[in-house]
C-alpha cells in the first residue's frame, strides 16, 4: 500500500473518533456606532468551520503557574479537526461545542485557538486552544 494509501485509512481512523461537533467563529472588524443609543454594535462574527471535533488534553501533568499571588493550574488542550476543511482555521478564532455524546458537560464551551497547525503526513489537524470557562 502506498503512503497516500495509508494516511487515508489513518485519517478516516480519526475522523471516526470525532464524536462531538462545534462551530469556529472568527470576529469581524468594523464597529458600527448608534447615534441613537450611544453605543457601538460589533459585527456578527464569520462561521469559518462547522463540523465534527474533539477536544483532548495534551499532557498528563498539569501545570501549576502563578498568576499575580494565586496559583493557578493549567491543563494543555487540543482541538482535533477533520484536515478537509479546515485549513483556514486559525490563532484567535472561537471553537463552541455544539453537541458531545461522550461528555456532555463540554457542550456550549468555548475554546480560543492558539496557534494553527500545518503539516505534509497529518492525520488530524490538532490546534492548542485555551479554555474561556
Known amino acids: 500500500m502506498t503512503v497516500p494509501g495509508y494516511l487515508a485509512i489513518a485519517r478516516a481512523a480519526q475522523d471516526a473518533s470525532m464524536t462531538a461537533t462545534c462551530t469556529i467563529t472568527r470576529a469581524v472588524a468594523g464597529r458600527t456606532f448608534n447615534k441613537a443609543t450611544g ?9 469559518v ?3 465534527r471535533c474533539k ?3 495534551t499532557a498528563r501533568a498539569v501545570a501549576e503557574v502563578e ?3 494565586q496559583h493557578v ?4 488542550l487540543a482541538l482535533h479537526l477533520p484536515i478537509e476543511g479546515t485549513g483556514d482555521v486559525r490563532r484567535d478564532d472561537v471553537a463552541r461545542i455544539d453537541t458531545n455524546p461522550d461528555d456532555p458537560a463540554l457542550v456550549g464551551r468555548d475554546f ?11 492525520t488530524a489537524r490538532r490546534l492548542p486552544v ?3 470557562a
Open 39 to 47: 453605543t457601538y454594535t460589533d459585527p456578527e462574527p464569520v462561521t
Open 112 to 122: 480560543v485557538v492558539q496557534a494553527g497547525d500545518q503539516g505534509t503526513t497529518k
Open 130 to 132: 485555551e479554555d474561556v
Open 55 to 57: 477536544v483532548k488534553s
Open 73 to 76: 493550574a493549567v491543563l494543555d
Open 67 to 69: 498568576a499575580g499571588e
Open 49 to 51: 468551520y462547522a463540523g
